[in-house]
């Protein structure tokens, strides 16, 4: 069941990925983080379904003991390590972004591509040596170590300061820029109101995982809760970042306007009514929800009108 | 060369004749007699006290050591009762037997695993997230530096 919820991860994520690789006009740094946040849930469930199928159900391979399961599991765990870790660069960003140089947007993404690729590899070192040297179980697969919380402690460090920021950012909107940047604050309100409803969800099964209740029917809906917090991971991510953003709602929606009008004008053409082309042409240039973009506009080069209050923040309007 | 072939045959039929002699002695006393015996007397024993250690229990050596050597005391006492030599072959069957059926999932590297002391858990949990903390507050600092033009 566990692996239902990967493949379904895996589906939603690619699509994702395709839908940002696919509108160009939707790219800019936040979305290119989104990116690599979606790539390692991506890999994190392919590797949580081989390490499933492949060693997990074969307790004849276990028995066996080979290196590749520990090769495995280590790899499992780094993937895992580097999901949470590509969260917090997110809130990283945004922090950097909204409450230390305002809403000005070319950050060097170098140190967010070490702290989500390159760290993980650290919790993930120690605790494949400190599993070899104390506690080297077949395929390293019992749950019953503490050593495990060499891998799960840096990521509940890591899902705090996560949410710390992100307190700090709402704190910085709602008071300080509410009366000087109205429009900005709402737009990253939005911004930050998704990724403040994703740290609480992946980090609520650190907390309740040690509690499982004593009644029976709480505990299948404990179960329950659990298993889908723990699998379908993906999927939330996929869903409240990329589905139900609004500038991703608006771009799929322009671009079904235009197949639709493309067809129609093919039907049309072969109808010899030319005259309806001009007026369906024209409707694609309407400007899409200026104040619901999650990205700077100005990366859209000029498909909207007055940005006025973007030029005065440019022109050094700076704020303690 | 004919002294020696005359003298060959004799000697040959003396081994073998010692041989099946001793093997007699052997089959009659330490044959299934003894298995029977230390089955008997001695693995019951052990199988009642290893059912009342629990199961989870019989991979941890402090717990069935106690176990393990009277069961072995008791085949060497009834060996030396029978006559026989201890260890033999017998003894060795029925070891592999009993370790078939009660160590068989226990792990190569020693019996049952454990946690290492907590002053060794401690530094493994501790220096990670002291490490994670230290990583955040150097790329926060880094992206706050570079983000210095507006």
Redesign the interface.
């Known amino acids: 069941m566990a692996i239902v919820g990967h493949a379904l991860s895996i589906a939603s994520l690619l699509i994702s990925l395709a839908i940002f690789f696919y509108f160009r006009s939707l790219s800019c740094q936040r979305i290119t983080l989104h990116k690599n946040l979606f790539c390692s849930y991506v890999l994190n469930s392919a590797l949580t379904i081989m390490y499933l199928a492949g060693v997990v159900n074969d307790p004849e391979l276990v028995r066996r003991n080979p290196v590749g399961c520990k090769v495995l599991h280590f790899f499992h765990m780094y993937m895992f390590g580097c999901t949470y870790f590509w969260m917090?660069?997110e809130g990283?960003?945004l922090?950097?972004l909204i409450v230390?140089?305002?809403f000005?947007e070319?950050?060097?993404l170098h140190?967010?591509y070490?702290?989500g690729w390159g760290?993980p590899l650290?919790?993930a070192s120690?605790?494949a040596v400190?599993r070899k040297t104390?506690?080297?179980?077949?395929c390293w697969m019992?749950a019953e170590?503490?050593?495990l919380?060499?891998?799960h402690?840096?990521i509940v460090?890591?899902l705090l300061?996560n949410l710390f920021f992100l307190l700090n950012i709402i704190r910085v909107l709602v008071t300080k820029l509410r009366d000087t940047h109205r429009a900005e604050s709402n737009m990253y309100m939005k911004a930050v109101r998704a990724t403040l409803i994703l740290v609480p969800l992946l980090g609520i099964q650190f907390v309740i995982l040690p509690w499982r209740p004593e009644n029976r029917l709480a505990g299948e809906v404990y179960e329950y809760v659990m298993h889908v917090l723990m699998h379908y991971q993906g999927l939330l991510v996929a869903t409240i970042f990329c589905f139900f953003n609004g500038e991703v709602q608006a771009a799929l929606k322009r671009q079904w306007m235009q197949y639709k009008m493309q067809w129609g004008q093919r039907r049309k053409d072969h109808c010899s009514m030319r005259s309806t082309s001009y007026t369906a042409t024209s409707i694609t240039e309407v400007p899409a929800f200026m104040y619901h973009h999650d990205c700077n506009s100005e990366h859209l080069n000029g498909r909207h009108t007055d940005d006025s209050e973007l030029v005065a923040l440019k022109t050094?309007e700076?704020y303690a | 060369m004919e002294l020696r072939s005359g003298a060959d045959p004799r000697r040959n039929a003396l081994l073998c004749l010692v041989l099946v002699v001793s093997h007699c002695v052997s089959v009659l006393g330490c044959g299934p007699h003894y298995q029977h015996a230390i089955e008997e007397f001695c693995l019951a024993k052990f199988k009642l006290d290893m059912h009342e250690l629990d199961q989870r229990h019989w991979c941890n050596w402090e717990d069935t050591v106690e176990l393990y050597g009277e069961l072995t005391n008791c085949t060497y006492l009834v060996a030396v009762k029978m006559g026989c030599f201890w260890p033999n072959q017998l003894v060795d069957e029925f070891f592999i037997h009993v370790h078939r059926h009660y160590f068989h999932d226990c792990?190569l590297?020693g019996r049952l695993?454990?946690?290492?002391p907590n002053r060794?858990?401690g530094p493994?949990?501790?220096?990670?997230?002291l490490?994670?903390?230290l990583?955040?507050a150097?790329?926060?600092w880094?992206?706050?530096r570079?983000?210095g033009?507006?």
């Open positions: 917090l660069c990283i960003y922090h950097t230390v140089a305002v000005a070319e950050q060097h140190w967010y070490l702290l760290f650290v919790p120690i605790h400190a104390y506690f080297d179980d077949n019992s170590t503490q050593l919380y060499a891998i402690g840096p460090a890591a300061v050094g700076t | 792990s590297s695993l454990r946690d290492p060794i858990l493994f949990i501790v220096v990670p997230i490490v994670t903390l990583m955040t150097l790329v926060v880094r992206s706050k570079s983000e033009i507006v």
